[in-house]
């Protein structure tokens, strides 16, 4: 099988994990029969401070034909996040439909949990996170700029349309797993969306007998992430929740740079897209340390979503085995000292043929 393949290394550190992850995406593929073909697009904040903008005016309309996306980060010390993020990731997700996220979360044998007692294993959950509305939806305004009485609104906005599908998908997963889905709201404080958000899934919960349903308030499930990780299997959550507590749920499983995720266009109209949960990491970025591993991951769900879980399970397996090994080269973020080139030289050294 061939696939067409859009990638967009973005900014900072995400050009340096697209690029080394690539070999390792083609061996797999060789050893699977699958031919990726890679269309690159330079997009980003290096375009926008020499166009003024992130990418072109037909930029989403150029990825549609794709099979897939890869994306590194996005980010820049001399732009504000709120332009880069607005310029690139938010149209894509929100114009291909790409309403759901997923982002697993686990405690690789082999890698330290800042948590207490925690080994290999003993986390593993899976967070679907709202994609492309409720606190992301570029709703509000600005008045009376630099006054006293200066004021901002930022609206959220829920349709029944994207709650239901943000949380069918996970209560299909939780089906498919250990069959717990934690719903997490702060319906208490957030009166109109988040009411709705609860009343659905309780809705949805009636299709789904067989899940056990339980609900937290996000203060009271970002607690819960640090003191009973165990007692997560699948989560469920909107926009800004989701991603907020998937850093919590990046760095109790060890490291930001082992985070994948996958921006889902469940109804198979337009292209998902696949990044690492961490950002472009100016600070590191150009020396040549960042962990490609959350990118590599990320490959893994691209193909899963390809429907190759043969390829999948090649690339998460030489991933386990390196982590499992101490004598393996790891990047600094993991307490080791080597760079990117050497961990992926590394995986491909695994790679059975
Ligand atoms: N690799 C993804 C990336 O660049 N993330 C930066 C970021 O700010 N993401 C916000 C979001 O995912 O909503």
């Not at 990638?7 to 340096?16: A, E, F, K, S, V």
């Not at 509000?140 to 006054?147: T, V």
Request: charged share 25%; hydrophobic share 40%.
């Amino acid at each position: 099988m061939s696939y067409e393949i859009a990638l967009i290394p973005g900014d900072g550190i995400g050009n340096t994990v697209v690029d080394a992850s690539l070999p390792l995406l083609d061996a797999v593929g060789d050893r699977e029969g699958i031919t990726l073909e890679y269309t690159e697009f330079d997009w980003g904040s290096e375009r926008y401070l020499e166009q003024g903008s992130m990418m072109p005016d037909d930029g989403v309309d150029r990825l549609r034909p794709h099979d897939a996306i890869l994306l590194g980060a996005v980010g820049h010390p001399d732009i504000p996040d709120h332009v880069t993020l607005r310029g690139l990731m938010l149209p894509i997700r929100k114009r291909l439909n790409q309403q759901v996220c997923k982002r697993p979360s686990i405690l690789y044998e082999g890698v330290e949990s800042p948590l207490r007692g925690y080994e290999g294993g003993d986390i593993d959950f899976v967070v679907f996170r709202e994609n492309t509305e409720g606190e992301y939806a570029d709703v509000g305004g600005r008045e009376h700029r630099g006054f006293d009485h200066e004021l901002a609104i930022q609206s959220a906005v829920f349709t029944r349309e994207g709650t239901e599908t943000v949380v069918r998908a996970a209560f299909e997963a939780a089906r498919e797993r250990d069959g717990k889905l934690t719903n997490v709201t702060k319906s208490n404080a957030q009166a109109y969306g988040m009411v709705l958000w609860d009343e659905i899934v309780a809705e949805l919960s009636e299709e789904y007998p067989d899940v056990e349903v339980e609900r937290l308030l996000v203060d009271a499930a970002a607690m819960d992430f640090i003191r009973r990780p165990e007692a997560f299997d699948v989560v469920v959550a909107s926009n800004l929740f989701g991603d907020i507590l998937t850093d919590v749920g990046a760095i109790i499983a060890g490291s930001m740079g082992l985070a994948p995720s996958a921006n889902l266009c469940v109804d198979g109209d337009a292209p998902s897209m696949f990044e690492p949960v961490h950002g472009s990491a100016p600070d590191i970025a150009g020396q040549g340390i960042a962990n490609p591993l959350a990118t590599v991951l990320s490959g893994a769900m691209l193909f899963d979503e390809l429907g190759e879980p043969a390829a999948a399970g090649r690339l998460r397996r030489v991933v386990r085995e390196q982590l499992a090994d101490p004598n393996a080269p790891r990047t600094p973020d993991l307490g080791g000292d080597s760079g990117t080139e050497a961990v992926v030289a590394d995986l491909l050294d695994r790679l059975e043929d």
